[in-house]
């Protein structure tokens, strides 16, 4: 599964973004899909997931705020995270991951896209 994330941009405090992340190859058998980021300094943390049963969940920190949408066709699935209401803590680095059915975990992960908010 390749994973290629992209919309990462410089926005002003109460700002809005949409990244988008294409993932190709073996995803046929992918059961979930998340957005991770990770800020200068801290560790990674999960922003949210959707799963193949439609499932969605959302950190606190961006509940409310940032919504997970996903369009599977036959070769490609785009995973899109809509974040509105944008905060200087949600600056960072925003990973696309997947999960594969037999991976057990989120193992496929895209390059990551800046996402730098301005007070």
């Known amino acids: 599964v390749r994973l290629v994330e992209s919309g990462g941009d410089s926005v002003q405090s109460g700002g809005s973004l949409r990244l988008s992340c294409a993932a190709t190859?073996?995803?046929?058998?992918?059961?979930?899909m998340a957005w991770f980021r990770q800020a200068p300094g801290k560790e990674r943390e999960w922003v949210g997931s959707?799963?193949?049963?439609?499932?969605?969940?959302?950190a606190d920190s961006v509940k409310g705020r940032f919504t997970i949408s996903i369009s599977p066709d036959n070769a490609k699935i785009t995973l899109d995270l809509q974040m509105n209401s944008l905060k200087p803590e949600d600056t960072a680095m925003y990973y696309c991951?997947?999960?594969?059915?037999?991976?057990?975990?989120?193992?496929?992960w895209g390059q990551g896209t800046q996402v730098t908010v301005s007070s």
């Open positions: 959707i799963d193949t049963n439609d499932n969605i969940d959302y």
């Open positions: 991951a997947a999960w594969r059915i037999t991976s057990g975990g989120y193992l496929y």
């Open positions: 190859g073996n995803t046929n058998r992918v059961y979930s």
